[in-house]
């Protein structure tokens, strides 16, 4: 006998859907079927899972409106050990620092993961005990894969799009960390502050453009996660929010160092900026990837595209960076 799992969804808050949905899809075993009771079409329901799950579940409807609308997803592939094989993994980074050593294992768990489907496996994770330093050690071992060549995801925006306008920014941030490795590899050179009147500036140059950068961060955690959470997914943009807490602060204290610079010896200053530098350059690049291959896909996939004109909007009334590209 097919097991039969309901879901009424007119008894649900709009912000819960998706979660509950997700939560009991996720619950099913090969062969179950979900049976749901939905008070509008669920079409870009549809295309979700048909982005995340293709040929792992089969769609019919019951009932198509106009008030009620009743439809089943039943599962034909049994992929609910993943979650397990993922916990097994984080067990093993917990006990080994060089994630290098589990990279060729990660590799087969996690190459055929769609970004918004390991952001929903890590939120479950995270539920059931995980803490989210744990979680991004996983982070850690997905962004060796991926930058392997696997599961690379290619967006095609149109400019004006916020997803599209985030990540030129990022282009933009990542040549200021590259002019930060040169400055200091110059400024170590000197003995003296006489001696680099010019590559000061240029560090003060740097450092104010990615404290400016603060309007991009904005603009993700009072807009872009937000929506992200509405539709059940919220470990993935609360990671994400705790490496900002983390390196916000860094780049603030650079940026007061070269306002204040004459007010240290040569050899604290050198030392302080040094070590803020190194900082910068070792975990933006990496927290820039993971929103890039990472965040924005699964937002892509998430929030239907007539979401994008109203979040576009409110972006525009935070406001933009200095160095933002025009559209």
Same mark, same amino acid.
């Given at each position: @006998?097919?097991?039969? /799992?309901?879901?009424?969804?007119?008894?649900?808050?709009? $912000?819960?859907?998706? =979660?509950?949905? $997700?939560?009991?899809?996720?619950?099913?075993?090969? !062969?179950?079927?979900?049976?749901?009771?939905?008070?509008?079409?669920?079409?870009?329901?549809?295309?979700?899972?048909?982005?995340?799950?293709?040929?792992? $579940?089969?769609? !019919?409807?019951?009932?198509?409106?106009?008030?009620?609308?009743? #439809?089943?997803?039943?599962?034909? =592939?049994?992929?609910?050990?993943?979650?397990?094989?993922?916990?097994?993994?984080?067990? *093993?980074?917990?006990?080994?620092?060089?994630?290098?050593?589990?990279?060729?294992?990660?590799?087969?768990?996690?190459?055929?993961?769609?970004?918004?489907?390991?952001?929903?496996?890590? *939120?479950?994770?995270?539920?059931?005990g995980t803490t989210r330093k744990e979680m991004r050690k996983l982070c850690d071992v997905h962004l060796e894969v @991926?930058?392997? !060549?696997? !599961?690379?995801?290619?967006?095609?925006?149109?400019?004006? %799009?916020?997803?599209?306008?985030?990540?030129?920014?990022?282009? @933009?941030?990542?040549? #200021?960390?590259? /002019?930060?490795?040169?400055?200091?590899?110059?400024?170590? &050179?000197? /003995? =003296?502050?006489?001696?680099?009147?010019?590559?000061?500036?240029?560090? /003060?140059?740097?450092?104010? %453009?990615?404290?400016?950068?603060?309007?991009? %961060?904005?603009?993700?955690?009072?807009?872009? $996660?937000?929506?992200?959470?509405?539709?059940?997914? &919220?470990?993935?943009?609360?990671?994400?929010?705790?490496?900002h807490e983390e390196l916000i602060p860094k780049k603030e204290e650079l940026y007061n160092l070269t306002e204040n610079y004459d007010s240290f010896k040569y050899?604290?200053?050198? &030392?302080?900026?040094?070590?803020?530098?190194?900082?910068?350059?070792?975990?933006?690049?990496?927290?820039?990837?993971?929103?890039?291959?990472?965040?924005?896909? @699964?937002?892509? *996939?998430?929030?239907?595209?007539?979401?994008? =004109?109203?979040?576009?909007?409110?972006?525009?009334?935070?406001?933009?960076?200095?160095? &933002?590209?025009?559209?």
């Amino acid at each position: @006998m097919v097991k039969i /799992k309901n879901l009424d969804l007119r008894e649900l808050i709009p $912000f819960e859907r998706h =979660s509950k949905i $997700f939560d009991m899809w996720n619950s099913l075993k090969g !062969g179950e079927t979900l049976r749901i009771i939905n008070d509008h079409e669920p079409k870009p329901l549809y295309y979700m899972f048909q982005a995340e799950h293709k040929g792992e $579940f089969e769609w !019919g409807y019951e009932e198509e409106g106009p008030e009620d609308w009743i #439809f089943t997803i039943k599962r034909i =592939s049994d992929k609910i050990d993943r979650k397990q094989e993922i916990k097994d993994l984080i067990k *093993q980074l917990k006990t080994q620092e060089d994630v290098s050593i589990l990279k060729e294992k990660a590799k087969d768990i996690l190459k055929n993961l769609s970004p918004t489907e390991l952001g929903i496996i890590e *939120q479950e994770i995270i539920e059931e005990g995980t803490t989210r330093k744990e979680m991004r050690k996983l982070c850690d071992v997905h962004l060796e894969v @991926m930058k392997d !060549g696997l !599961g690379k995801v290619e967006m095609n925006l149109n400019p004006g %799009h916020p997803i599209h306008t985030l990540m030129e920014e990022h282009k @933009m941030i990542l040549e #200021f960390i590259d /002019k930060l490795k040169r400055n200091i590899e110059e400024i170590e &050179t000197a /003995k =003296s502050f006489d001696d680099i009147p010019e590559e000061l500036e240029m560090l /003060k140059h740097i450092a104010k %453009h990615l404290v400016e950068a603060d309007k991009h %961060h904005q603009r993700e955690e009072e807009v872009l $996660f937000p929506e992200l959470e509405k539709r059940g997914i &919220t470990e993935p943009p609360e990671i994400m929010k705790e490496e900002h807490e983390e390196l916000i602060p860094k780049k603030e204290e650079l940026y007061n160092l070269t306002e204040n610079y004459d007010s240290f010896k040569y050899s604290e200053f050198l &030392t302080k900026v040094r070590e803020l530098a190194k900082y910068i350059i070792e975990n933006l690049p990496d927290h820039i990837y993971k929103e890039d291959n990472i965040l924005y896909p @699964m937002a892509i *996939q998430a929030i239907p595209e007539k979401e994008w =004109s109203r979040i576009k909007n409110k972006c525009d009334e935070i406001g933009y960076c200095c160095f &933002t590209p025009k559209c």
